[in-house]
């Protein structure tokens, strides 16, 4: 530790003009345990190890359009979770889905929800 100043400027001297991935590949290959240290851009665009993993999943948005988000961390072989569920998108707006749910899953018809929509109850 009396030495740590000095052996950080030599590392940082020695690292400073050199590719970061390249450079990780190399010091893992010498039997080094070294990492990037990575931005939400790095892990998103250049971690092969996530990409293989297949840590995110771009679903669709109501107002941001196509956006990754994190995968489920766990993997099933025979019922395999993933975000954005059966429906492959994000989570809706509030009330988006209203009209689908009363008629698709609660059987109402369109003059039962403008009567519930009149009364402000939607």
């Known amino acids: 530790m009396d030495h740590q100043d000095a052996l950080d400027k030599c590392v940082e001297e020695w690292t400073r003009n050199q590719e970061a991935y390249a450079l990780m590949n190399a010091l893992q290959a010498a039997g080094v345990a070294a990492g990037v240290c990575q931005t939400a851009g790095d892990r998103y665009d250049n971690d092969p190890q996530l990409r293989h993993l297949g840590w995110l999943t771009e679903l669709p948005s109501t107002r941001l359009g196509t956006w990754p988000l994190a995968e489920t961390a766990i993997r099933f072989s025979d019922t395999p979770a993933h975000i954005g569920g059966r429906t492959r998108r994000g989570a809706p707006l509030y009330g988006e889905d ?24 939607l």
């Open 98 to 121: 209203n009209v689908a749910i009363l008629t698709e899953l609660l059987g109402m018809t369109e003059s039962e929800i403008a009567d519930l929509a009149e009364k402000g109850i």
